[in-house]
């Protein structure tokens, strides 16, 4: 057995290498590794053993990537929660996790949580602590501890709460084993290595930032500069002036930097300099995919994956990144299709993805009849997402089982085919198409859609309605079109669906 986790092999780079950049603040990798000790030092006084949950409640910021591997070093479980939770989805982070410790910032949402569970939860503060209570800063200036034996490979090394569509959230148990096969594969596949230098918005307390962005940095070293949030001028400059090749986005993160780069066409010189661009969390629409090809000459790599299964098809590194697909198996991930019945479907059929591989959840924490029902007997996961597959093997997602595949009139139809005709139409920005219940048809399409600024907000319903009647065939029209100033997202700009029904609510019938 090994001294610290796969997941933590690049602590043996060169000490003044950097390995994350905040804003021109670098922090080594050496400093890195001094930092983590003194912390799990502090935190085995404060009680902290392997298996104990640690949160963190505050900003992406050097504290937080020391505490995670601190954390990961001493075998103890990190726990990531949300910042734009509010006090009773923390509150339940807390008490489903166990958690025995929390970071938490000065004053936040996870700060008053805390405080009202402090005899069960001890509290760092970065900032001032309060009675009872304890800085960071503290914590960090104890004494550097030996390293614990590696931790073994199932292991869980954190728990990733996700934001289910219905009831409160679960705990993904994740694996250091896990995590470092899944990293391991799609680093190896996207050629991410020490050279590079990732430009790094994604929020830290969701995987695709934290798994990739952080994670990927301590095992393959390379540098990721850091931004407290997204802003496609930071984006812009990372390339321009600090060296970066390497962006990991959203779909809404490229919608701003298209807008960004309409308005400033000048500045794709320095994106063009990049060498990877991927995107992922939901589709990028085709529109997007051409647009930035047009303005920075590169493909945008999009890949599909998620929490419990980690990174799981991507279109090829080298070959054609296909828009409107999400490639093929990530290598050690085996991926099939099946029908209602678990049966696998046949070639051009949709259906269900499920997925089998070391990278998977361990499962959902303390709640072992919803693991139980998330895998098949042959140890498959169910991911509800329905796809199916061309003939050169590319895969694309059509949605969600629950919510992209509407049933009217006898017909299975796809929202997402629907959203991609209507975001054809040059006056939307954004579309959400979905079913509601309809006692003649089952339920009717209803799309909610967002205008382009500018636009005339109140033609837009007849002018799409047209639109569609030219693009679709008429049992996949909606039958209603609501203009809105936003949709429902969550913190890494995924749509929420079960949220656009909610827009609709109270409205008279037409």
């Not at 504290?63 to 954390?71: G, M, Q, S, Y």
């Amino acid at each position: 057995m090994g001294t610290r986790s796969p997941l933590l092999a690049a602590l043996d780079r060169p000490p003044l290498d950097p390995a994350f950049d905040f804003d021109g603040s670098a922090l080594t990798f050496g400093a890195l590794d001094r930092s983590s000790c003194r912390i799990a030092a502090g935190l085995a006084r404060l009680g902290v053993r392997p298996g104990d949950r640690v949160a963190w409640f505050g900003p992406s910021s050097p504290e937080l990537i020391e505490l995670l591997v601190a954390v990961l070093r001493m075998g103890a479980i990190h726990v990531p929660i949300n910042t734009r939770y509010q006090s009773e989805e923390t509150a339940h982070v807390l008490d489903d996790s166990g958690a025995r410790l929390a970071v938490v910032a000065e004053g936040s949402v996870g700060h008053a949580c805390t405080r009202e569970r402090a005899s069960a939860v001890t509290t760092v503060v970065l900032g001032q602590p309060g009675p009872g209570e304890l800085s960071f800063e503290a914590l960090r200036n104890g004494d550097e501890a030996a390293d614990a034996p590696a931790p073994a490979a199932d292991a869980v090394a954190m728990l990733v709460y996700t934001s289910g569509t219905t009831g409160r959230s679960k705990g993904v148990a994740l694996t250091h084993g896990g995590l470092a096969a899944n990293l391991d594969a799609i680093l190896g596949l996207w050629r991410l290595g020490p050279d590079d230098r990732l430009a790094l918005c994604l929020p830290l307390f969701h995987v695709h930032g934290l798994g990739l962005g952080v994670l990927g940095t301590l095992m393959r070293g390379g540098t990721a500069l850091v931004a407290q949030r997204f802003d496609p001028a930071w984006v812009v400059d990372a390339f321009a002036s600090r060296g970066a090749t390497v962006f990991m986005g959203v779909p809404t993160m490229y919608a701003r930097l298209l807008e960004h780069l309409d308005a400033t066409p000048a500045d794709a010189r320095a994106l063009s300099k990049g060498r990877l661009f991927t995107s992922g969390s939901a589709a990028l629409p085709a529109s997007h995919h051409q647009a930035f090809a047009r303005h920075t000459g590169h493909a945008v790599l999009e890949r599909y994956g998620m929490t419990e299964t980690g990174f799981t098809l991507s279109n090829p590194y080298e070959g054609e990144r296909r828009a409107g697909t999400v490639g093929f198996p990530v290598p050690g991930v085996e991926v099939r299709l099946v029908d209602d019945a678990d049966a696998p479907c046949p070639p051009g059929e949709t259906g269900e993805i499920q997925v089998r591989g070391p990278g998977l959840l361990a499962g959902y924490w303390g709640l072992d009849e919803a693991t139980r029902a998330a895998f098949t007997g042959d140890g498959w996961f169910r991911t509800g997402d329905v796809a199916f597959v061309d003939a050169d093997g590319y895969h694309h997602i059509v949605g969600r089982r629950s919510v992209d595949i509407i049933k009217s009139g006898g017909f299975k139809i796809s929202a997402r085919e629907i959203e991609d005709a209507l975001l054809e139409h040059p006056a939307l920005a954004e579309a959400a198409v979905i079913g509601l219940p309809d006692p003649v048809w089952g339920e009717r399409i209803v799309a909610a859609v967002v205008a382009r600024a500018g636009q005339d907000v109140r033609a837009l319903p007849a002018a799409l309605g047209e639109h569609c009647a030219r693009q679709l065939a008429d049992f996949k029209k909606p039958r209603r079109f609501l203009v809105v100033e936003s949709l429902p997202r969550n913190a890494l700009g995924k749509l929420q669906k079960h949220r656009v029904a909610e827009l609709f609510a109270g409205l008279a019938p037409e």
